[in-house]
């Protein structure tokens, strides 16, 4: 297993500001990026929490937080990106995440543009993120004070969890889609939340990050609680989850332990307020919400 601090430590020895990003690439800069933009929302978050948010050029139309970013100038949709209206910005640093936009970053490099690749699927990768966007801009105090409360913040969370939970946490169904049946797989980012707050995962044993599920599966597992991405309109979410086939069965449902209205930016995307997305999970599974 590598390390991140020592991948970092060992990039830097390459060059003046050298990282190596989540596509395994050494990235080089001769200095701190100057102007930057982002096109994954979580990077955009770190930028902005690193105290570096003047020096955002651009970004994408799910960058949407903090205020500011979501008043930058943009560049296209998440997966739709103008290459063009992305040059006229004249970045020194453009920042992509995974899918379409490692195309995107190889084109970008052919040009002469620096870009990193930024994909992070665990906590531990966040915070490396963290180091290396650090590094990149000349913040790494800032950088290692952000690390450091997180991982204390983290630590009290995951005790508070472990102490509610007694032993064995509540089985959880956590759904991304209805429509088919999509949950959050036991090996993504949001399932390490799920499991940091002590719960088992329904999606146990799917290996893909949104696996589909059938119903079936769901009704036999008898999840304790269900959670949903958003409120589907003015009817309660037990209610409509009661309305499917076999689901008033359901142990949450026979409880109303069906929640939705979720802040699901804190839950799925990768980034510094990661500790705010598990306290809201914690909040709502052990019923202090």
Same mark, same amino acid.
């Given at each position: 297993?590598?390390?991140?601090?020592?991948?970092?430590?060992?990039?830097?020895?390459?060059?003046?500001?050298?990282?190596?990003?989540?596509?395994?690439?050494? %990235?080089?800069?001769?200095?701190?990026?100057?102007?930057?933009?982002?096109?994954?929302?979580?990077?955009?978050? *770190?930028?902005?929490?690193?105290?570096?948010?003047?020096?955002?050029?651009?970004?994408?139309?799910?960058?949407?937080?903090?205020?500011?970013?979501?008043?930058?100038?943009?560049?296209?949709?998440?997966?739709?990106?103008?290459?063009?209206?992305?040059?006229?910005?004249?970045?020194?640093? %453009? *920042?992509?995440?995974?899918?379409?936009?490692?195309?995107?970053?190889?084109?970008?490099?052919?040009?002469?543009v620096t870009s990193v690749v930024l994909a992070p699927a665990s906590v531990d990768g966040v915070l490396y993120n963290?180091?290396?966007?650090?590094?990149?801009?000349g913040r790494e105090r800032a950088a290692d004070a952000l690390v450091a409360r997180l991982k204390r913040r983290l630590?009290?969370?995951?005790?508070?969890?472990?102490?509610?939970?007694?032993?064995?946490?509540?089985?959880?169904?956590?759904?991304?889609?209805?429509?088919?049946?999509?949950?959050?797989?036991?090996?993504?980012?949001?399932?390490?939340?799920?499991?940091?707050?002590?719960?088992?995962?329904?999606?146990?044993?799917?290996? /893909?990050?949104?696996?589909?599920?059938?119903?079936?599966?769901?009704?036999?597992?008898?999840?304790?609680?269900?959670?949903?991405?958003?409120?589907r309109g003015d009817t309660p979410a037990v209610e409509q989850v009661k309305r499917r086939a076999g689901w008033d069965?359901?142990?949450?449902?026979?409880?109303?332990?069906?929640?939705?209205?979720?802040?699901?930016?804190?839950?799925?995307?990768?980034?510094?307020?990661?500790?705010?997305?598990? /306290?809201?999970? *914690?909040? *709502?599974?052990?019923?202090?919400?």
């Amino acid at each position: 297993m590598v390390i991140p601090g020592l991948l970092l430590a060992a990039a830097a020895l390459a060059g003046p500001l050298s990282v190596v990003d989540d596509a395994g690439a050494t %990235v080089s800069l001769a200095s701190a990026a100057k102007r930057v933009v982002s096109l994954s929302p979580g990077a955009t978050e *770190i930028v902005y929490a690193l105290g570096a948010g003047a020096r955002m050029v651009g970004t994408c139309s799910a960058c949407d937080y903090p205020k500011a970013a979501a008043a930058c100038p943009k560049v296209g949709d998440f997966s739709s990106i103008s290459a063009e209206a992305l040059l006229a910005l004249k970045p020194d640093l %453009v *920042i992509v995440t995974a899918g379409a936009q490692r195309e995107l970053a190889v084109r970008l490099r052919s040009l002469g543009v620096t870009s990193v690749v930024l994909a992070p699927a665990s906590v531990d990768g966040v915070l490396y993120n963290v180091g290396l966007l650090g590094r990149l801009l000349g913040r790494e105090r800032a950088a290692d004070a952000l690390v450091a409360r997180l991982k204390r913040r983290l630590k009290e969370l995951t005790a508070e969890a472990a102490r509610k939970a007694g032993g064995k946490g509540p089985l959880v169904y956590f759904e991304i889609w209805g429509d088919p049946l999509m949950a959050v797989g036991e090996r993504s980012y949001t399932g390490e939340l799920l499991r940091l707050a002590g719960a088992r995962n329904a999606a146990a044993g799917l290996t /893909e990050e949104i696996p589909r599920i059938s119903a079936e599966r769901i009704i036999a597992s008898n999840p304790d609680v269900i959670l949903l991405p958003s409120p589907r309109g003015d009817t309660p979410a037990v209610e409509q989850v009661k309305r499917r086939a076999g689901w008033d069965a359901v142990a949450a449902v026979r409880h109303g332990a069906v929640h939705d209205g979720l802040n699901m930016d804190t839950l799925v995307r990768p980034g510094p307020r990661l500790d705010e997305g598990l /306290e809201q999970l *914690i909040r *709502i599974l052990y019923g202090t919400h």
